[in-house]
């Protein structure tokens, strides 16, 4: 079973809040002013995203050691 790490959860969450700005910057004039830094957060989110799954793949490459078990 894959586990989903910490660094995809960020870049989920950050990726969801960046699009519910970027929403209400097209309804409101206020929130249209930082319609920009809504983009950089977007960014950042997918690079976290990005993070989280090569991550992922690094550690399943890995081969497993196995333990020793002294008696």
Known sequence: MERINGETIVGITLV??????LLAGSMNEV???????????????LAFIALGVVT???QNR????????HH
């Not at 969801?16 to 700005?21: T, Y």
């Not at 081969?63 to 078990?69: D, V």
């Open 16 to 21: 969801s809040i960046a699009l519910l700005f």
């Open 31 to 45: 929130w249209a002013i930082i319609v920009p830094a809504d983009y950089l957060i977007l960014a950042i989110g």
């Open 56 to 58: 992922l793949v690094k």
């Open 62 to 69: 890995r081969p497993h050691e196995e333990t020793t078990h």
